[in-house]
């Protein structure tokens, strides 16, 4: 990952967020194919991050009214794949549980070794509040693995673009004063999208 990551000086803080968000050497943002791909294919120092569709639920994102983005985030939220990875980087992934992988279908994200990098330097920046959006952004699913290439397809385009815009929007937050009304609206729109597609797939209607 280049330095567009990693804090940038205030005179930059000003640029538009087309221009902050979407550059092409941005992997926190870029997506990865929908291939379906598992983490067989990980590279060294990348991290996977899984979560098994039996342990997915959306009963507390509530049907009406604002999106509570918190609560559909932490039902999505992923860990590692191996405890190894969560002992070792405990400052990103100690709060969640490690579940049990039955091999079945799971949502999945895996972060590149230059991402990992950029998360654990804003973990340990002492400004955890200011910078948890962004890593727990980056630790939605952007992928679902395990499931019929039909389902794969549907339930991977709608995870990848609600990650995508959730990063968007979390890093916007940390460096600008400046609200967004166009990232808020991506947000809530790639949400809507998840929600729909999620509970139709859970069940939960």
Known sequence: MSGSAHARPAAE????SEEIFVSDDDQLIESEPLDGQSSNVAASGDVVLRRPIAQVSLAKVSWSGPIDHDALQEALLCAPAGKGDILERAGLFLDQPFWYDDGGAALEVTLRAGDVEVLGTLASAGARLQT???????????RITGAEPATRQAVSGVLAAYRRSSLAHAWHAHLSRADSV???RERDEAAVAVLSTLRALLGER
């Open 13 to 16: 803080d000003a640029l538009a």
């Open 182 to 184: 166009q990232l808020h």
């Open 132 to 142: 948890a959006p962004i890593i727990r952004a980056a630790r939605l699913p952007e």
